[in-house]
Nanobody, 123 residues
């Protein structure tokens, strides 16, 4: 499975961005898809995930501002990010894991990773 993330860029605080992650995977709909981020000098952290059922999960820091969605007909997962602030600056990675993923916010549960896309929020 190959994952290609896109949509990052420079945005002013309070602005919005939408990230996309296209997957070259058969049975894409069976995968749990997640977004993680990593700021300079920090560990990779969970942002959001969505199961094949459509059930979604969010980190507390982004809940209410970010929305994860998936289009199984396009093999693509999205992350709509609103009300961005400086603390959201990071490289964002999409990831795919088997539908049996239990600990949804653990990077170790995901098998495939995209290359990352940089989001920079300026004040």
């Amino acid at each position: 499975v190959q994952l290609q993330a896109s949509g990052g860029g420079l945005v002013l605080a309070g602005g919005s961005l939408r990230l996309s992650c296209a997957a070259s995977a058969r049975a894409f709909s069976d995968y749990v898809m997640g977004w993680f981020r990593q700021a300079p000098g920090q560990e990779r952290e969970f942002v959001a995930a969505i199961r094949r059922s459509g059930r979604s999960y969010y980190a507390a820091s982004v809940k209410g501002r970010f929305t994860i969605s998936r289009d199984n007909t396009k093999n693509t997962v999205y992350l709509q990010m609103n009300s961005l602030n400086f603390e959201d600056t990071a490289v964002y990675y999409c990831a795919a894991g088997p539908w049996t993923v239990g600990i949804i916010n653990s990077p170790a549960q995901y098998t495939y990773w995209g290359q990352g896309t940089l989001v920079t929020v300026s004040s």
